[in-house]
């Protein structure tokens, strides 16, 4: 049985939940107690604030843990990352009262930054040769410039929203964060090989969601053509249709290029072109 800490509430919940559910881990959200067992994985869920995440998986409370690269820097604990998660993207910045002139990092030279990120902080100072005063709270960092507590502040920003609300602009990003998957270090071979089987469904979650399945008519003529514009798929599946002189085209592309590729794929006499999710890719 292997125990994974999660954020109980917050930015991260959902998102790991959905995670945990497309890889096929059925754990039961409607009795919230703190620790939940998955009805069909040998897997238990703990549910804890973010802050106490890293501690408890470097201690050995859990065995893993998903939570902010952030949360997982600032506290400095021993544990290995396993996996970067692709959600829950941030960044941690330094801003400033909209009206002020900024000049700078060296603006920062002497003023008191409020932030709950002091480690992080501190480090990007020093390696920056500046000396701020920092002030360290746990909550509503956005309104200590207005209150007159701090100068400037240093604290998350998503959407951008909480900043524009508090009159304040992002002047420098000092690090980009993402939801991680952090292990323990001394993992029993036999909590390893569950691991394994959690990453096994991890990526097949992850390599599915960067994808798009596609199925296409084309004229049987420039079937070769449409094949060229697809990327990176080596052998579409063609299919005669019934209609003569009709192909029909599938392949897996990538979402990114999804508008740029379907564009050409028009031009080139492509009709009926469907776009479905992938659920699952095993590679
Ligand atoms: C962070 C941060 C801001 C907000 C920024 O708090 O402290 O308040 O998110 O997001 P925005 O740019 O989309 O407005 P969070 O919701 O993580 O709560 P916490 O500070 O209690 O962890
Ligand atoms: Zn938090």
New binding site residues.
Partial sequence: MLRIAVQSK??LFEDTMSLLAEAGIKVSSSKRTLLVQSSNFPIEVLYLR??DIPQSVATGVADLGIV?QNEFEERQEEADVVRPLGFSR?RLSLAIPKAIEYTGLKWFEGRKIAT?YPNILRRFMQANHIAADIHVI?????ISPGIGLADAIF???????????NNLREVEVVMQSEAVLIANRDLSAEKRAVLNELLFRIEAVKAAEEKKYVLMNVPTDKVADVVAVLPGAKSPTVMPLATEGWSSVHTVIDEKRFWEIIRQLKELGAQGILVLPIEKMIL
Avoid: A, N, P, Y
Wanted: proline share 0%; glycine share 18%; charged share 20%.
């Fill in positions: 917050g930015r973010d802050d902010g941030c709950s746990t909550g509503s960092v956005e604290d998350i920003v998503s959407s951008g929203s909480t900043l524009v609300s």
